[in-house]
């Protein structure tokens, strides 16, 4: 996995990332090695990973408050939980300069739109964004300049967003590796609710209902997770606060998929129960062809995978 | 992950491994290439599968028939579907020598259990086994020596099984690389059926659901699947067959854990519907330490894995 190289001009004059975790950090990082922006500016509400920022050398400027932060910068990407959009917008919204993009990298975007709309000024053009992309860890250290490489990144401006707006944002998407793809926030917020929302939560499910069984102690759950508990407990180790934030602001289509699936799941519990194999042998047969497409996509490689050998 | 150097004495005189998939052409790997064995025999029901391994020079002989394949075996280990157990055990019956160890390597053991007594004559040990190993992938050129290296094996004398049989079994185990644990099958079946069985059923079910879904379509599902799903759909390409008969055959163990999963997830479902963030966040957090513990025990690295960058 390797980046183009850097570009003879950047494509952005000024470019702030706000929140320097996992995706603020791989944001900074991809920018820089391509050379993507003029100035490239940090800031994060705590000090210790400003200063942290500071010493990995990831901007050309750590901003010590939100003003500074986003003064006269052309682009600016809210890299901060979902529960936390409104609050930054409040906080910058009388420094950010007209004409300028806010976009964000948030798992939910309706919420997110709302939350932009309702503190930034008419003269800014507000177009959220997601990348679908990411690793269990956190923090400006687990970032990664390819993190983006060959994965989809999600606008989804409002109705009536300004075009060119739009494009300048996709190019840059596009420039540190993503694929970018546009929908309504209502209908990637459907989507993710079932490619990312539901699994993550039915993984932590899983994992508490382990560890909360009389019968078998936690020692048996850890030792024996090579049955195929171990590849949940990676997916149930990702960062608390961001998924809280995501199930309480994408309810209504979490709470949609998730009755789907359980009622899917009641109607396999009842095969089992009444021993009807050919069911399960279909619905086992037909989800091996949903997993031969993602290879075949380019979005997983068919190695397998033992959660070793690759230190 | 290398194997330890070959043995100067073979540990068993005749080996005989009856089903030739990922686990069985894994045990014939790791058995020539530490040379635990005398002699090497394998066999198949499949006559392509019987092709196949000859021409992979898996093992010293291929036998052509159920008869030849056990005849004078020390130890012989049936690595064939759980609902195939009760025939091969009824066609092996007359051929077994008496002494000999007959194991197996099906992911129920209650149920294999009483099929290998109810045709297998008293002279024989039946001890059962599982190694808890594996990946997506099925048949002989799936197999690899190490599939075994670091990873637990459990075996589940029945009450009574002679001593000296269970250590020459549990010493097999140990030289292919396995940790070897004892428990009863009844115990077995409950620990694997939430470290395993039920996790199994989840992602086969949401990789249904996700396809079942109108308003999502299934380019998207797969384009999207990077936020999680993916995880998911590598589980669901497991063997159709072998994962038909384990539901069938430890049908009390997986309802009841799976009434538990669905009662947790029900009420995890409330608490994002009456937004009880600290609901969420405390499980959340609690997940990510079990995740932490199975790290640290080696069962799995901590490098992020992001399905790609390991061609």
């Given at each position: 996995m390797v980046l183009d190289p850097p570009l003879a001009h950047p494509l952005v004059?000024?470019?702030?990332?706000?929140?320097?975790g996992l995706i603020g950090s791989s944001i900074?990082?991809?920018?820089?090695?391509?050379?993507?922006?003029?100035?490239?500016?940090?800031?994060?509400?705590?000090?210790?990973?400003?200063?942290r920022t500071l010493e990995l050398?990831?901007?050309?400027?750590?901003?010590?408050?939100?003003?500074?932060?986003?003064?006269?910068?052309?682009?600016?990407?809210?890299?901060?939980?979902?529960?936390?959009?409104?609050?930054?917008?409040?906080?910058?919204?009388?420094?950010?300069?007209?004409?300028?993009?806010?976009?964000?990298?948030?798992?939910?975007?309706?919420?997110?739109?709302?939350?932009?709309r309702a503190?930034?000024?008419?003269?800014?053009?507000?177009?959220?964004?997601?990348?679908?992309?990411?690793?269990?860890?956190?923090g400006p250290d687990a970032g990664f300049a390819t993190l983006f490489q060959n994965r989809w990144s999600i606008l989804t401006p409002p109705e009536g967003a300004d075009e060119g707006a739009v494009a300048r944002l996709a190019e840059l998407w596009t420039a540190m590796g993503a694929n970018v793809e546009t929908m309504t926030p209502e209908h990637h917020d459907l989507v993710l609710a079932i490619?990312?929302?539901?699994?993550?939560?039915?993984?932590?499910?899983?994992?508490?209902?382990?560890?909360?069984?009389?019968?078998?102690?936690?020692?048996?759950?850890?030792?024996f997770s090579a049955g195929g508990f171990r590849d949940f407990t990676r997916i149930?180790?990702?960062?608390?606060?961001?998924?809280?934030?995501?199930?309480?602001?994408?309810?209504?289509?979490v709470i949609e998929v998730l009755g789907r699936f359980t009622e899917d799941l009641i109607a396999l519990q009842r095969a089992i129960r009444w021993e009807q194999g050919e069911t399960l042998f279909d619905l086992f047969t037909r989800t091996r062809a949903i997993r031969r497409s993602i290879i075949e996509i380019g979005q997983e490689t068919a190695a397998p995978d033992f959660g070793r050998e690759r230190e």
């Open positions: 004059g000024r470019l702030a990332v706000i929140g320097v900074l990082r991809a920018a820089a090695a391509r050379k993507l922006a003029g100035t490239l500016v940090a800031y994060d509400g705590a000090e210790a990973v400003r200063a050398g990831l901007a050309d400027i750590v901003a010590q408050t939100p003003a500074d932060a986003v003064a006269d910068a052309d682009i600016i990407i809210l890299c901060v939980p979902v529960g936390a959009m409104a609050t930054v917008a409040e906080a910058i919204a009388p420094y950010v300069k007209p004409g300028a993009i806010v976009s964000d990298v948030g798992s939910v975007k309706g919420a997110v739109l709302s939350a932009l503190h930034l000024p008419t003269s800014v053009h507000v177009i959220p964004g997601h990348p679908v992309a990411g690793t269990e860890y956190s490619t990312s929302h539901v699994p993550h939560l039915i993984a932590y499910n899983i994992v508490g209902t382990a560890a909360d069984l009389e019968e078998v102690t936690q020692s048996e759950v850890i030792k149930a180790a990702s960062d608390p606060t961001m998924w809280r934030d995501v199930f309480l602001n994408n309810r209504e289509a």
